[in-house]
């Protein structure tokens, strides 16, 4: 019997505007019996076919791979993954001698739900975030190895921790497809500190790559503070961009350390900079107010509704604590990467804390995630990184 989902009565209208998911409450009946990360087609509840996807248990039932009836075999990856390259190739990513840190697949936002590459070197670091990824892991590593031909050598699979918890899979990480290499991951020039094997995420936030620039602009003479350093990004860049000093915290002992190696990768004996391993609210408590330029970029403080209205609690405490210590005429780059958090919650959070603090503040720049980390128009869901840079009276 063909594997199938059939919708409640009027439950298409948002894949008609070709929203990616299914959500398990608008499902009337399930045939065929598939398994968890099986493909599966869609229909409407009198018959009619509208969609291909992969099914999964929890809240969003189907991740939709295709609104056309198409076969989701070792061509369908080709395609969708040649179309994502050749984006990146259009913005000027793919082949720069001083540059070979990208995002290659950004999930729902190249039509690839439940999937994340990126390239780092001669490395793809491949991060499934559904069931379904994770079965079609080794066909979508061998198009990948058709579409990059030797500007890959080796696929790393790291989805550990992103897989469904519950999920009844053998999820551990290594290389499937060749090995190490022994290249230099580079950001505009910078060596980058990138742990691809234990570290967060894939091993560096690189959506966070266009913001470190901006920031190396604003650095120049400027003592700075990065709190939640994680491997350092935005200290190399106000490093470059001649900052007089630079402290990085992080509660994490291998952050630090991941830091302190990039430091000394890129500025070798540099006695500006300094690391330490601390809880950012308690740094921020002690601390004399020496800092002129100050990067807040913590983990997501929601990951789903439940927890927002804590989580704007959190934003509005650390950048309150923040402007209350930077010293006038001071610059702050504040960000959330929870996506359950608008941007306009996002800068209520922020106006509230410079309000308590009894500071003026300025709108310089309002950030997002770089063109790599596209957004699909009918997924707006999708934009998740949301910062601002404010000048601080």
Same mark, same amino acid.
């Given at each position: 019997? %063909?594997?199938?989902?059939?919708?409640?009565?009027?439950?298409?209208?948002?894949?008609?505007?070709?929203?990616?998911?299914?959500?398990?409450?608008?499902?009337?009946?399930?045939?065929?019996?598939?398994?968890?990360?099986?493909?599966?087609?869609?229909?409407?509840?009198?018959?009619?076919?509208?969609?291909?996807?992969?099914?999964?248990?929890?809240?969003?039932?189907?991740?939709?791979?295709?609104?056309?009836?198409?076969?989701?075999?070792?061509?369908?990856?080709?395609?969708?993954?040649?179309?994502?390259?050749?984006?990146?190739?259009? /913005?000027?990513?793919?082949?720069?001698?001083?540059?070979?840190?990208?995002?290659?697949?950004?999930?729902?936002?190249?039509?690839?739900?439940?999937?994340?590459?990126?390239?780092?070197?001669?490395?793809?670091?491949?991060?499934?975030?559904?069931?379904?990824?994770?079965?079609?892991?080794?066909?979508?590593?061998?198009?990948?190895?058709?579409?990059?031909?030797?500007?890959?050598?080796?696929?790393?699979?790291?989805?550990?921790?992103?897989?469904?918890?519950?999920?009844?899979?053998?999820?551990?990480?290594?290389?499937?497809?060749?090995?190490?290499?022994?290249?230099?991951?580079?950001?505009?020039?910078?060596?980058?500190?990138?742990?691809?094997?234990?570290?967060?995420?894939?091993?560096?936030?690189?959506?966070?790559?266009?913001?470190?620039?901006?920031?190396?602009?604003?650095?120049?003479?400027?003592?700075?503070?990065?709190?939640?350093?994680?491997?350092?990004?935005?200290?190399?860049?106000?490093?470059?961009?001649?900052?007089?000093?630079?402290?990085?915290?992080?509660?994490?002992?291998?952050?630090?350390?991941?830091?302190?190696?990039?430091?000394?990768?890129?500025?070798?004996?540099?006695?500006?900079?300094?690391?330490?391993?601390?809880?950012?609210?308690?740094?921020?408590?002690?601390?004399?107010?020496?800092?002129?330029?100050?990067?807040?970029?913590?983990?997501?403080?929601?990951?789903?509704?439940?927890?927002?209205?804590?989580?704007?609690?959190?934003?509005?405490?650390?950048?309150?604590?923040?402007?209350?210590?930077?010293?006038?005429?001071?610059? /702050?780059?504040?960000?959330?990467?929870? %996506?359950?958090?608008?941007?306009?919650?996002?800068?209520?959070?922020?106006?509230?804390?410079?309000?308590?603090?009894?500071?003026?503040?300025?709108?310089?720049?309002?950030?997002?995630?770089?063109?790599?980390?596209?957004?699909?128009?009918?997924?707006?869901?999708?934009?998740? /990184?949301?910062?601002?840079?404010?000048?601080?009276?």
């Amino acid at each position: 019997m %063909q594997k199938s989902v059939i919708l409640k009565r009027g439950k298409e209208e948002s894949l008609l505007r070709f929203h990616p998911w299914v959500f398990s409450g608008a499902i009337a009946d399930i045939k065929g019996e598939p398994d968890e990360g099986d493909v599966v087609d869609v229909y409407t509840h009198d018959g009619k076919w509208i969609a291909v996807g992969h099914i999964q248990v929890g809240s969003i039932a189907v991740r939709v791979l295709s609104f056309k009836q198409e076969k989701i075999d070792a061509d369908f990856w080709f395609r969708r993954l040649s179309v994502a390259f050749e984006m990146r190739s259009s /913005l000027g990513l793919t082949d720069r001698e001083d540059h070979n840190i990208y995002r290659l697949v950004h999930g729902e936002g190249d039509n690839l739900p439940g999937l994340v590459i990126d390239v780092y070197g001669h490395t793809a670091v491949l991060q499934a975030h559904s069931v379904g990824m994770h079965c079609n892991r080794m066909d979508i590593a061998q198009a990948l190895m058709r579409v990059m031909g030797d500007r890959i050598k080796g696929i790393y699979y790291k989805s550990e921790t992103t897989l469904p918890f519950k999920a009844d899979i053998d999820r551990g990480n290594g290389y499937i497809l060749g090995g190490p290499t022994d290249d230099t991951p580079l950001e505009y020039g910078m060596k980058m500190p990138v742990d691809w094997i234990s570290g967060q995420k894939t091993g560096l936030f690189i959506d966070q790559r266009e913001n470190r620039a901006l920031l190396e602009r604003y650095s120049k003479g400027r003592s700075v503070l990065n709190m939640f350093c994680y491997t350092g990004g935005f200290s190399l860049a106000a490093l470059r961009g001649g900052a007089k000093l630079v402290h990085s915290v992080d509660s994490s002992a291998r952050a630090i350390e991941l830091t302190a190696g990039g430091v000394e990768d890129n500025f070798p004996g540099d006695t500006r900079h300094a690391a330490f391993a601390e809880d950012a609210f308690k740094y921020l408590e002690r601390m004399d107010p020496i800092y002129d330029l100050i990067i807040l970029d913590p983990p997501a403080f929601a990951k789903h509704k439940d927890a927002l209205k804590h989580a704007l609690i959190g934003y509005r405490r650390l950048n309150q604590k923040a402007m209350e210590k930077i010293k006038p005429g001071g610059i /702050l780059f504040t960000f959330s990467c929870s %996506q359950v958090v608008s941007k306009d919650q996002f800068r209520t959070a922020v106006f509230t804390a410079a309000a308590q603090a009894g500071r003026s503040v300025k709108i310089l720049y309002q950030l997002h995630q770089p063109a790599d980390h596209p957004i699909n128009i009918f997924h707006p869901e999708g934009e998740y /990184l949301k910062g601002l840079v404010v000048s601080v009276e």
